[in-house]
């Protein structure tokens, strides 16, 4: 089983809104990861969970905020949003995080595609 | 600028002819290079993955192929078929994937 499922799969929110977008796989993976998407763009990866720490953000405004309850789960908390956040947000997972050497693959969901009024 | 460039940026091709995707690389050191295909609204599927000493690499009716001295990756599509139609994605990377600029295959039938 190599799959990544995400809910819901469209969302759509006003800026004073506070939704959850959550993601889970089963294949324990211990690496999990956020990335958003615009049209036409690649994906820009947000946020990365090892072992159910957070290990990197890349800077990602604080309206974002994730949360890895286990090793299985993932949530992107989202409040007061911005027009601009707008875009499909893909959760990934793979069997770690390895800094050096062959990279593990990821394993992608099929996105939620957020839209904020 | 990117460090993962790919051509054509997007491509129209009738059913059952082949195609290349080409891919040119910057970064290094090298770890491995990823092919992924991405439907539209839909989360990136792994094609293939090709190590620094490999330089072919197949799946189905998908050929990777890649000259580290030039830095360059190609996904040869053979027989296209309908469900074709999609972006590909080349990747560079370790955990921290570094994507290509993308290209959108378009099959008619």
């Known amino acids: 089983d190599t799959e990544v499922t995400q809910t819901p799969k469209h969302l759509v929110m006003g800026m004073t809104n506070k939704k959850s977008l959550k993601c889970e796989q089963h294949m324990g993976h211990r690496a999990m990861y956020w990335y958003k998407q615009k049209a036409k763009k690649p994906p820009e990866l947000m946020f990365v969970?090892?072992?159910?720490?957070?290990?990197i953000n890349e800077s990602v405004p604080s309206r974002f905020s994730p949360e890895c309850p286990n090793s299985s789960l993932l949530n992107l908390h989202l409040h007061a949003l911005q027009p601009e956040d707008s875009a499909l947000y893909l959760c990934a997972s793979s069997q770690e995080i390895r800094v050096a050497g062959e990279s593990d693959t990821q394993y992608f969901g099929p996105g939620t595609r957020l839209t904020v009024l | 600028k990117n460090q993962v460039e790919q051509s054509p940026q997007s491509l129209i091709i009738l059913e059952g002819k082949n195609c290349t995707l080409q891919?040119?690389?910057?970064?290094?050191?090298?770890?491995?290079l990823r092919w992924y295909k991405q439907d539209t609204g839909r989360g990136p599927v792994s094609l293939t993955i090709?190590?620094?000493?490999?330089n072919t690499k197949s799946n189905g009716r998908y050929t990777a192929t890649l000259d580290a001295d030039t830095k360059q990756s190609s996904l040869h599509i053979t027989a296209s078929q309908l469900s074709d139609s999609a972006s590909y994605i080349c990747?560079?990377?370790?955990?921290?994937?570094?994507f290509g600029t993308g290209t959108r295959l378009k099959v008619l039938a």
């Open positions: 891919c040119n690389y910057t970064v290094s050191p090298f770890s491995n």
């Open positions: 090709m190590t620094f000493s490999e």
């Open positions: 990747v560079r990377g370790t955990y921290k994937y570094i």
């Open positions: 969970y090892s072992y159910e720490k957070l290990s």
